[in-house]
Structures are given as C-alpha cells and as structure tokens.
C-alpha cells in the first residue's frame, strides 16, 4: 500500500511539474537587449518595462529577459543568438549597435528598436514609414541645427566648436556629417576629434579644449557611459559641452535641445505590444518625437561662468 502511494504521490508531483512549466511557457517573452548601461538608455527601458506593465503586459503575462552587452559587440552578438536560440516573442533593442546586432540574428523575430538617430545610415529599414521585414521602432533623431541655436543664444561668444565623437558609431558619425554643415551656416568653424573607446576620451577632450570654444558630442553611446570624464574637462577648461541628449546634461554636461527618453520609452513600449497583438511591422512606421526640450545643467553653468537659464528650459543640477 505505501509503496501504491507513493507512486501515486509521484504521479501527482509530475504532473504538477509540468503543470506549473506549461503555465511559465504560457508567459510572453521579451528579450530586451542593451549595448551599455548609461542613463538614456538605462531610463528607456526603465519606462519601456514600466510602460508594458501599465499596459496589462506585467510579470504574470509576460517575462522579460534582460542583457547588457558591456559594450562589447562580441557579448551583444552571442546575446541575439541566445534570443534566437530561446526564440523569444520580442526582441526590444536598445541603441543602434544593439539593432543591427539583432537585425543580424534574425529575419523571423519581431525586433523594435529604440534610441537608434538614422535608422536608414544604420540599414536597419528602408522606408520609416512602412517598415519591410521584421524590425521597427523609435528614433532619438533631434534637429541639430537647435543645438546650434541654443549656443548662439546661451554663448554667442563661442567662434569654434570641437565635435567629438566614436569612430565606430554610425549614428554618431551620421549627426556629426549634419553638425558640420549647420556649423557653416551659422558661422562657426569646427575640430573633430574620433575615438575608439572610453579610455581615449579625456585625453581627445582635453586635446579639444585647448584649442576650441565649445564641445558637441552627439548620442554616442560609448561617450554617454562615461559622460562624467567628459563633463569634468568641460568643467576644468571652462568651456561649454553640448550634446545630444537629456541624460547627458543630468551627467554633467552643460546644455542640449533634446528630447525626453521616458517618453521614448513609453512609446517604444506601445509599438511593442503592437506586435504583440498582431500588428504587422509593415503597419507600424518608425516613429519619432517631435516635443524637444532645452535643458540646462546648473551646476556645470555656475562653474564655467555660462547663463544658468533660458526661456522654457529645464534645470538639472
């Protein structure tokens, strides 16, 4: 009889087993794949998952899978196969080199990108408007020409600017190709200095700052993970750094026209569960946002002796 039961008891905890795993295999899987961490990227997919949950997407319909790549493209390759490999629902990708790296990997996946300025120069789509293939997503395009603006009005004394960027990023090297032309057209001459990685940064900076009024950096996602080494030259030299994005006035650096990578994120998170309800990627052009913001670092104006404030602007400290 003991020996009965405890087969049947056997019997009972199998299937509760496989009862229990057909409920996880039951859960949508979004594989969220990172190049590095830094703030804007750290905050878009902060809001993404916050989003998703609002949504009705949270921790009971679906289980994300999150990788960070540490900035290396060999790690960030073997992530998308390991999604591939995993065959995940959704594969989010955050930054361009992220994209290209899950493009790839896979023509069947759906991927929605996010944070990715030229999604064309990158080769991830061919149409914004009506996506082919499997990918989609959002842009943190801004019209650089306001950058230009803001300096004008913030720091007219400025004559040269040095642009400062990673060789290897094409969505840097696409916004300094258009940073050089709205460079002519206000006026300004231009240094550019290409790095390969996060070790050559203060020593390009501080080679830059001797010979320039101002700093640009784009969306670089090499130069955002170590913002702070940058927005210290900046502060040391007493010149002004202005850049490309939101989080990097947050990390120091002194002003941007950008745009709000929440809402990025938000809005990455809404193209995400179109796909998961059935929307075909063809049906869900490349958005963009078009709400930019001053914002300007407080902290960093008071110590280069620049204006700490403008109309409209956000102040960070």
């Known amino acids: ?21 057909s409920a996880q295999d039951d859960k949508i899987t979004v594989g969220i794949v990172q190049i590095v961490e830094h703030t804007s990227l750290d905050m878009i997919r902060e809001s993404l998952v916050a989003e998703l949950t609002t949504k009705g997407y949270d921790e009971s319909k679906i289980k994300i899978d999150y990788q960070n790549a540490q900035g290396d493209q060999s790690n960030l390759n073997s992530i998308c196969k390991k999604f591939v490999g995993d065959n995940v629902d959704v594969i989010v990708a955050i930054a361009t080199p992220s994209a290209q790296a899950a493009a790839a990997a896979t023509s069947d996946i759906p991927i929605v990108f996010s944070a990715v300025t030229d999604p064309l120069a990158a080769n991830l789509v061919s149409d914004l408007n009506k996506p082919t293939g499997n990918i989609t997503g959002t842009s943190d395009a801004i019209p650089v020409d306001q950058v230009f603006e803001l300096c004008k009005e913030l720091t007219p004394e400025v004559k040269t600017f040095g642009f400062l960027y990673t060789a290897s990023e094409v969505n840097s090297q696409s916004v300094i190709d258009e940073a050089k032309k709205y460079a002519k057209d206000y006026g300004f001459d231009y240094q550019e200095v290409a790095i390969t990685n996060t070790s050559e940064l203060q020593q390009a900076a501080y080679s830059l700052a001797n010979k320039v009024d101002a700093i640009y950096t784009p969306i670089d996602n090499t130069i955002a993970s170590a913002m702070t080494v940058l927005s210290e030259v900046g502060r040391e030299s007493k010149i002004p750094v202005y850049v490309g994005a939101d989080s990097m006035v947050m990390d120091g650096a002194y002003a941007t026209v950008g745009i709000n990578y929440e809402v990025l994120g938000q809005k990455t998170a809404d193209m995400v569960v179109e796909v998961l309800e059935g929307t075909p990627i063809s049906d869900i052009p490349v958005a963009t946002l078009d709400n930019f913001e001053k914002v300007i670092n407080k902290t960093t104006a008071n110590k280069i002796g620049a204006p700490n404030g403008t109309d409209g602007a956000i102040i960070v400290e």
């Open 1 to 21: 009889m003991k020996k009965l039961l405890g087969l049947a008891f056997a019997a009972m905890m199998g299937l509760s087993v496989f009862t229990g795993c």
